[in-house]
């Protein structure tokens, strides 16, 4: 596929995984990068005073260092007191406000809206109830504008007609429950409901599922109607295309934001959780190991509960990939921003889940990793000469990969974190750019006359971006036409490039490199020595 770009319950319905946090001594739910501390104990003040009385906590040395003592009154950016200065990071828009916004304020404003944490803070403030609960062990439901994030307790699913009626395989479709087949004892509000049903598809809201909730006459756990109560706090996901990279990272950047979302309790970081995949397929992708950043347990498909009533004591309904200005498939990216708090967060959160780390580097050679694929087209037809001559030079390291199959997802990553510039034709591997470090160069070689794709995605990650400038010197090896349609298409077809030129903008990337202040800063970092125990 190409790339495209209320009211709060008085009873809490968010995932709940420590109900006190005597429960949660061992404080592993945490588990977050340690810039990230400042702010998720800011949220927990009675969290953070019982760690820093309590000796065993892990987190007590970070939390009296004073590296966090100044950044106390840091926060996320969602939070309704959150000033500006105190954000987790804050965008910039050094382009000019062209297009849909008169100032520079409101281009500003626009971008933290659409692609930072200002669209969580959206989401929260227009989550409204659509099912609310009387007493305190009722289901309730509650819903951000058209259904994009849900979440619940107590409900009730119906997949009996999985197994009676269903034969076919099932994903992305839209009729997998009928009326009556979901559902919450709560005060159901029908029309306020019904008026968030705008967008039916099956990857930009929750409306095919949830057009068919209903009242249940009594709570259906306690009435004996569940054959299986998930215990657990669960997400049920719809998911893209497991396969690709770019696709399936929307499914896992989604699921991150609604953990902000969701963030009202302690534990709602934590992985003791339940993930149910929207479809019959058993889950399977090359990325399968980055849920283990959000869960410790096996991936459920709806093959697992065929014929079965199952009830969830807390369930989530996240985000989804391909809303309709959503993240960050159809994001429509402000003209001039860049730097997303939202997506450093996330690209920050996942590294340290994975245990990625940057490792230390004998010298200052700039970092050079260079992509190369293993399909029928998108081949550079003389990639073997385009790596002599940058692997000549002295002031570069340079190695050639295959982010294939034989190489683990969280090995590629360690690879990607550890480059300074990043190169390789257009695809879905380029994806890897929200793992790069903040000083790298992404170096597209060549776009295929898709030039915005992992150009709004770098920008949306705050890395550089830099793409062939010259098309003169590129020679693709024929015209190029779409397998399935009788038309030209550049994607189909493989190239050569000017090897002058290619080092020309290697050296151009690499000037972009050694000039940012961050990679001087880690240059004569810590890096390699010790780190401090109170840096975060």
Same mark, same amino acid.
Not at 324 to 333: E, Q
Not at 477 to 482: A, D, I, L
Not at 523 to 531: E, F, I, V
């Given at each position: 596929?190409? +790339? ?57 040395? #970070? ?12 926060? !996320?950016?969602?939070?309704?007191? +959150?000033?500006?200065?105190? /954000? ?117 809201? !929750? ?54 979302? &969701? ?29 283990? #950043? ?35 498939? &159809? ?51 003389? $990639? ?10 002295? &002031? ?13 997802? #969280? ?5 990607? /974190? ?25 170096? $597209? ?92």
């Amino acid at each position: 596929m190409g +790339c495209v770009r209320g009211a709060v319950l008085a009873i809490s319905v968010a995932i709940v995984l420590c109900t006190r946090y005597a429960a949660c001594e061992k404080y592993d739910y945490i588990n977050l990068p340690k810039a990230h501390l400042p702010m998720y104990f800011k949220r927990f003040p009675a969290l953070e005073k019982q760690c820093v009385e309590n000796e065993a906590c892990p987190y007590r040395a #970070v939390i009296t260092s004073q590296s966090y003592q100044n950044r106390k009154d840091a926060c !996320w950016g969602y939070e309704e007191s +959150c000033t500006e200065r105190n /954000r987790y990071a804050n965008h910039t828009c050094p382009g000019s406000h062209v297009g849909y916004v008169k100032s520079k304020q409101a281009q500003l404003d626009t971008f933290y809206s659409q692609a930072d944490f200002g669209f969580v803070r959206d989401q929260i403030r227009e989550t409204r109830i659509m099912c609310e609960p009387q007493f305190p062990h009722d289901s309730s439901l509650e819903c951000s504008k058209y259904l994009r994030f849900c979440r619940g307790r107590n409900l009730m699913i119906n997949f009996t007609d999985l197994a009676q009626r269903r034969s076919e395989p099932l994903r992305y479709k839209m009729d997998v429950l009928g009326p009556g087949q979901i559902g919450g004892h709560c005060r159901l509000h029908g029309e306020r409901l019904r008026d968030e049903l705008q967008h039916i598809s099956p990857l930009q809201s !929750w409306g095919p599922e949830l057009r068919f909730f209903e009242r249940l006459e009594r709570p259906p756990i306690e009435d004996g109607r569940c054959d299986v109560v998930i215990e657990k706090p669960a997400f049920i996901m719809k998911i893209d295309a497991a396969i690709n990279m770019y696709h399936h990272f929307c499914d896992f950047l989604n699921l991150y934001a609604s953990l902000h979302v &969701n963030l009202s309790q302690p534990g709602a970081f934590g992985t003791d959780t339940h993930v149910l995949i929207w479809e019959s397929f058993t889950y399977l992708s090359p990325f399968a190991e980055t849920f283990k #950043v959000f869960t410790k347990n096996p991936i459920a498909d709806l093959k697992t509960y065929a014929g079965k009533v199952v009830c969830f004591r807390n369930v989530v309904l996240p985000l989804l990939p391909r809303m309709i200005f959503g993240l960050y498939y &159809n994001t429509p990216i402000i003209y001039g921003c860049e730097n997303s708090g939202l997506f450093h967060a996330f690209s920050e959160h996942v590294l340290h889940r994975l245990k990625v780390r940057m490792s230390s580097r004998p010298d200052d050679r700039i970092r050079i990793t260079f992509l190369s694929r293993q399909t029928r087209y998108r081949k550079i037809l003389n $990639e073997d000469d385009l790596m002599d001559r940058i692997a000549a030079n002295p &002031n570069y390291a340079v190695q050639r990969v295959s982010y294939g199959h034989e190489l683990s997802f #969280v090995e590629q990553l360690r690879i990607t /974190r550890n480059s300074d510039i990043f190169i390789g034709m257009h695809g879905a591997g380029l994806t890897h750019l929200l793992f790069l470090p903040k000083w790298a160069t992404l170096f $597209e070689l060549y776009h295929c006359e898709d030039p915005n794709c992992y150009r709004d995605l770098a920008r949306l990650r705050g890395v550089h971006y830099l793409t062939w400038e010259r098309d003169h010197l590129v020679y693709p090896e024929g015209e190029g036409k779409h397998p399935e349609r009788d038309e030209r298409h550049a994607k189909f077809t493989n190239y050569a490039f000017d090897v002058d030129e290619f080092e020309r903008l290697v050296a151009k990337a690499a000037d972009q490199v050694r000039n940012h202040k961050e990679f001087r800063k880690f240059l004569h970092s810590k890096t390699n020595r010790p780190t401090k125990k109170d840096e975060l």
